[in-house]
Structures are given as C-alpha cells and as structure tokens.
C-alpha cells in the first residue's frame, strides 16, 4: 500500500517539476512584450500614447475658418447656467455676452469683474477668447470663474462664432493662416498682429478687432 502511494506521489512531483520546466522555457521564448514597433500598422487606427503623440494644435484662426455658429449654439449651453448672450440680457452669475467681441477685457456691463479680469487690459479678440475658453484660470489666475474650459479647438472656434453673431456689428471671421505661418505662429493668448492691407495673402496673419465705441 505504502510503495503504491509513494510511487504514485513521485510521479505526480515528477509531473509538477516537468509543467514548471516547460513554462519556464516558453516563457522565455515567447515573452508577451509589446514590439518596439508594430508590424501590421492599422489604416485609421490613432497610435497610442507615446507612439508619435497628439497633433499640434493649429492657430485659432484655422478653426475659426470652418467655424460653425449653429454648433457653437450647442456648446454655448454649457455656458447658459451663467451667461446669456441676448441684447438687453441681464447679468446673471457671469456678464451677459452680447456684443462681446472687441470689448474691453473685464469691463463694462455693470458686472463687478474680479481684479484679476478687470486688471489684465486689451480687448477681447479671435485668440483671447479662445486663451479664455481653453481654461479661464491660466488665462486670469484669480478669477471667479470656475468653469475648467473647452479643450476641443473647433468647439471653442463655434462657440466664438457664435458669440460674433450675437453682435450689432459681427466681424468677419478671420483668414486661416496659411501652412508656412500655421507652423510657426504665436501660442493662443499672444498679442494679434495688425493687418492694415487686409488683402488674402498679408491676411494669413489674423487681424485683432478693434475696440468697439
């Protein structure tokens, strides 16, 4: 009895250490590591975080080209809680928005502006709109506003189309910049050059509108 439990038991250990040994060596023969890079790219698949990384973010003007008021109007409604932007509209936990464009930044309404808006001066443009609505708090550190922004470049470009419309007097939308100056323009927020000529070819650099009366 005892000799058939021992060989039984040794031919189970000898089968343990045999599936062990096997494992071993697939393991490191097969190891499940990702290839440095892939062999069999997928059209349209996006690669993955390291891989190339995100595109750059165009100039606003290039979004503001194909910029479309009627999905400006759907994302405005994140901003409807605290804004409005109808004519006469009252204030409401932020300025009402009419007329925007070409406002002095942080003045006006009869709205009290936190020091932090009512302080930085220029006018509200094409690029300190969208600096604004990519995260008011690194646009006016101190500001009571506490919405985090809009991350999306073509949303932000809608909803500043939007926001033109609701105008006496809308601007024109800017020129898309051309590839050449796409590629080494100004991060969102710097000061908008003049464009006096205003044909098609100096356009590329956008112009910043006028401070209305």
């Not at 189309?161 to 080494?184: C, G, I, T, Y």
Request: hydrophobic share 40%; glycine share 10%; net charge negative.
């Amino acid at each position: 009895m005892d000799d058939r439990f021992n060989t039984a038991a040794g031919w189970v250990l000898f089968a343990g250490i045999v599936a062990l040994g096997s494992s071993i060596i697939a393991s490191e023969s097969f190891h499940s590591e990702r290839p440095e890079k892939m062999a069999y790219p997928i059209e349209g698949v996006e690669a993955a975080a390291g891989e190339g990384g995100a595109a750059a973010e165009q100039p606003i003007e290039a979004y503001l080209a194909k910029a479309d008021p009627a999905k400006g109007a759907e994302v405005f409604k994140k901003c409807a809680a605290c804004h409005n932007a109808d004519k006469g509209g009252p204030n409401q936990l932020g300025p009402n928005l009419w007329d925007v464009l070409g406002e002095p930044i942080g003045q006006g309404k009869g709205f009290a502006f936190s020091p932090a808006l009512s302080t930085h001066g220029g006018n509200w443009d094409w690029k300190s709109l969208s600096a604004w609505l990519t995260s008011p708090k690194s646009f006016a550190n101190g500001t009571k506003m506490t919405f985090a922004g809009i991350s999306n470049p073509q949303d932000r470009a809608n909803v500043i189309a939007f926001l033109n419309q609701h105008s006496d007097s809308p601007l024109p939308p800017p020129a898309a910049p051309a590839p050449a100056e796409a590629a080494k323009a100004p991060a969102e927020g710097a000061p908008a050059t003049a464009n006096a000529a205003g044909n098609t070819a100096a356009a590329a650099n956008a112009t910043a509108p006028a401070a209305k009366p």
